[in-house]
């Protein structure tokens, strides 16, 4: 069984970074793919960003390509998500997902198991 507990959230101030983490337990994550989403009050889960096995590629959604950066230590068994220019509307709880098979690195169906989440709030 997989375990993932994601932190490093809180509350920022519109145009700050911060980074979050997400420590993978339970087996070696050697050949998943990890994303992360956020979902915000009232709203869908959304896709943010998505790396493969060997952090060789890279997936994002356009609406933090630029902004987002996702990375992995795999020895660590930890994926994280550097956010930059932090906005109002990136107010959500986000969420690390493991993947381990082939699948679309954007579709939440494809990942196999979820972390709690961590809040992140932004404020103007």
């Known amino acids: 069984q997989v375990q993932l507990v994601a932190s490093g959230g809180g509350l920022v101030q519109a145009g700050d970074s911060v980074r979050i983490s997400c420590l993978a337990s339970?087996?070696?994550?050697?050949?998943?793919?990890m994303g992360w989403f956020r979902q915000a009050p009232g709203k869908e889960r959304v896709f943010l960003a998505a790396?493969?096995?060997?952090?060789?590629?890279?997936y994002y959604s356009d609406s933090v390509k630029g902004r987002f950066i996702i990375s992995r230590d795999i020895p660590k068994n930890t994926v994280y998500l550097q956010m930059n220019n932090l906005k109002p509307e990136d107010t959500a709880v986000y969420s690390c997902?493991?993947?381990?098979?082939?699948?679309?690195?954007?579709?939440?169906?494809?990942?196999?198991?979820w972390g709690q989440g961590t809040q992140v709030t932004v404020s103007s």
């Open positions: 339970g087996r070696p994550l050697v050949g998943y793919r």
């Open positions: 790396i493969n096995w060997n952090g060789a590629n890279t």
């Open positions: 997902a493991i993947g381990t098979a082939a699948g679309l690195a954007g579709a939440a169906g494809s990942y196999d198991y």
